[in-house]
């Protein structure tokens, strides 16, 4: 079902939030998976956590944090890696289809952009290091509301700044929960299952699983 707008979550989506771990495995002794798994759990906690409880504090910091947790839980206290594993998710990975496929969006003169928990400077970075920021029309934050997804008012912003309805947007993401959050606003959503995890949320979505963005 084609649509005139189409929202990509960042993280996990278009941008894989491993790869900053990856890079630095054979300074992890081994733990390179878990301590990321357990950094990016963190990370979506701590937004959850502060949207839920009416406070706000920017993602970075709750990326900085959620790796303290990460490291101090699978025993590492090198300073040097921190700092290394921080500097690396500013230039995260982009997934190999990504500027395809919205390349071939924006040749069907449709809205493409992104909405993301990221700060617009984290943001900013990403989109600039993967070179796609000529396929965006907007890079939407949600530092703008200090509030996180999936609370409604961050999908609005989408419909607000666009002036059309929910259901005439298709929104991607990789994150189900985010998926959830969509559809409940009344987005058209894509879930993409990078990963093969099962499906859950029954009711709240989505219209469409893919493995990857290609089958847009």
Avoid at 100 to 120: E, P, Q, Y
Avoid at 174 to 192: E, H, L, P, Q, Y
């Amino acid at each position: 079902m084609a649509s005139s707008v189409y929202i990509f979550d960042a993280y996990g989506t278009l941008f894989d939030v491993h790869s900053a771990a990856r890079r630095h495995q054979d300074r992890a002794g081994g733990q390179y998976k878990l301590l990321s798994n357990i950094w990016r759990a963190k990370q979506l906690e701590y937004s959850w956590v502060l949207t839920l409880t009416g406070s706000y504090e920017d993602f970075w910091t709750l990326t900085e944090r959620a790796l303290d947790f990460a490291m101090h839980s699978v025993g590492l206290i090198d300073k040097t890696l921190r700092a290394d594993l921080l500097a690396a998710y500013w230039t995260l990975d982009c997934y190999h289809e990504v500027p395809a496929v919205l390349a071939g969006l924006k040749a069907r003169n449709v809205k493409v952009a992104i909405l993301s928990n990221g700060s617009s400077e984290m943001l900013d970075a990403a989109v600039t290091n993967a070179k796609i920021g000529n396929l965006l029309d907007d890079v939407f934050s949600v530092e703008t509301l200090r509030l996180y997804k999936p609370a409604p008012q961050v999908y609005e912003l989408v419909t607000r700044t666009y002036q059309v309805e929910p259901k005439a947007i298709s929104f991607q993401s990789s994150n189900r929960w985010d998926i959830a959050g969509a559809a409940n606003f009344g987005f058209r959503t894509v879930w993409i299952n990078r990963h093969k995890t099962p499906n859950e949320y029954e009711g709240m979505g989505p219209s469409l699983i893919l493995p990857t963005l290609e089958g847009l």
